[in-house]
């Protein structure tokens, strides 16, 4: 059982991303798929998530500007990052958890600066 995040880099204010978040070893359709970050210094916290009926949910610093989406298929969830400002920079991290049992695996993260 494997989460990768990859995607992450630096990039100029204003300036865009896309994080991938590949599973392997199990199905994303049975997990609860989330995106958090941790900025240097300070806690891990929620960005944006599926809930069990698909729909997407946000944290209010990236409402608007960030986008969760999902390749069932292909055991894969993306966050389209757009507008991005430096208070964004972070480590960013993949996380599922399984539906009804809880069971919860976390990827080791890929780092997201914005920078001029």
């Known amino acids: 059982v494997q989460v990768v995040e990859s995607g992450g880099g630096l990039v100029q204010p204003g300036g865009s991303l896309r994080l991938s978040c590949k599973t392997f070893?199990?199905?994303?359709?049975?997990?609860?798929m989330s995106w958090y970050r941790q900025p240097r210094g300070k806690g891990r916290e929620f960005v944006a998530s599926?809930?069990?009926?698909?729909?997407?949910k946000y944290a209010d610093s990236v409402q608007g500007r960030f986008t969760i989406s999902r390749d069932g298929p292909a055991n894969t969830v993306f966050l389209q990052m757009t507008s991005l400002k430096p208070e964004d920079t972070a480590v960013y991290f993949c996380k599922a958890t399984h539906w009804t049992y809880g069971s919860t695996y976390w990827g080791q993260g890929t780092q997201v600066t914005v920078s001029s």
């Open positions: 070893g199990f199905t994303i359709d049975a997990y609860e």
């Open positions: 599926f809930t069990e009926t698909v729909s997407a």
